[in-house]
């Protein structure tokens, strides 16, 4: 059986369900059931708050309330109410005029929590349930020996550890250490993928640089070789006219030349000669 203060760990601020109509669901019994329930004891089903005394097992002591009384903690504090159905909490601490108690359903709808009460007013207490302490007689390594649903359980983990089915203890602290190497892995694998994630990252940055560079080049590069095509346009064209020129000035020159070799040969007539040269000149026809 846990603890008060477990069960109040394992349910505070948390809805309760034990049973009972679908049309009552996390109602003040529930809670109480899952106390009583923790006793090992059978629930009480089908019940409202203030009969549960007339239902529970006998191994819970009714106690009724008295102006001078106090509930213990984990007492389950029952209340009556006009409407026929009470309500039920379990006692966190208590003195005769006040108390603190652990309910579901206070007020309607809510879920497991500590509430301060008095006993009196429309909602009244009329005492509380305390589990027995059973004899230790028959108690062996925290079983009861006399409680056919203990040993039950008992056997069957007994069964199922000589079959192999359940592991020893030896086995299962072997089992601990490799899942705390693997966890160890894990981890590591973990940082790595982080490092890795990290690094492909910085490619992508760089990729992104490289290939805003490339296509800044590319763009020059596009540039430049437009201008080569306009130079070599340019080019051809001038090439074209320093072909007219030299052609006119190969022209001019096998002319002069020409004139030059006819000038050498005027030096070189007698006076006769350069009277038939003219007359030859002459009859040349234009």
Same mark, same amino acid.
């Given at each position: 059986m846990i603890t008060f203060t477990e069960f109040l760990d394992k349910w505070n601020g948390k809805p309760c369900e034990m049973g009972g109509s679908s049309n009552a669901k996390n109602q003040c019994v529930d809670l109480a059931n899952a106390w009583i329930a923790e006793?090992?004891?059978?629930?009480?089903?089908?019940?409202?708050?203030?009969?549960f005394p007339k239902k529970i097992s006998p191994n819970f002591k009714w106690i009724a309330n008295t102006p001078t009384g106090a509930p213990q903690q984990g007492d389950?504090?029952?209340w009556k109410s006009p409407d026929g159905f009470g309500?039920?909490?379990i006692c966190s601490s208590a003195t005769s005029s006040k108390f603190v108690s652990f309910d579901q359903n206070w007020p309607v709808g809510s879920v497991c929590k500590l509430v301060n009460h008095t006993?009196?007013?429309?909602?009244?207490?009329?005492?509380?349930?305390?589990?027995?302490? !059973?004899?230790?007689?028959?108690?062996?390594?925290?079983?009861? *020996?006399?409680? #056919?649903?203990?040993? %039950?359980?008992?056997?069957?983990?007994w069964s199922d550890l000589t079959s192999g089915k359940l592991k020893t203890i030896s086995?299962?602290?072997?089992?601990?250490?490799?899942?705390?190497d693997k966890d160890k892995q894990i981890q590591t694998l973990q940082e790595k993928v982080l490092s890795l994630d990290k690094f492909v990252k910085d490619l992508q940055d760089r990729v992104m640089a490289l290939e805003s560079?490339? !296509?800044?080049?590319l763009d020059l590069v596009s540039n430049q070789? *437009?201008?080569? #095509?306009?130079?070599? %346009?340019?080019?051809?064209?001038k090439q074209e006219e320093l072909d007219a020129i030299t052609s006119e000035k190969n022209k001019y020159k096998n002319y002069y030349e020409t004139k030059c070799d006819e000038l050498k040969k005027l030096d070189k007539m007698t006076a006769w000669q350069h009277i038939k040269y003219g007359i030859k000149l002459l009859s040349v026809k234009k």
């Open positions: 006793y090992g004891e059978p629930i009480v089903l089908w019940t409202n708050a203030q009969d389950i504090i029952v309500h039920i909490g006993y009196t007013g429309t909602y009244t207490v009329i005492g509380w349930l305390r589990g027995k302490v !059973k004899s230790t007689e028959n108690i062996y390594k925290g079983l009861d *020996l006399t409680n #056919k649903d203990s040993m %039950k359980v008992a056997v069957d983990a086995e299962y602290e072997s089992l601990q250490t490799q899942m705390r560079e490339i !296509k800044a080049n070789q *437009l201008e080569v #095509k306009t130079a070599n %346009k340019l080019i051809q064209k």
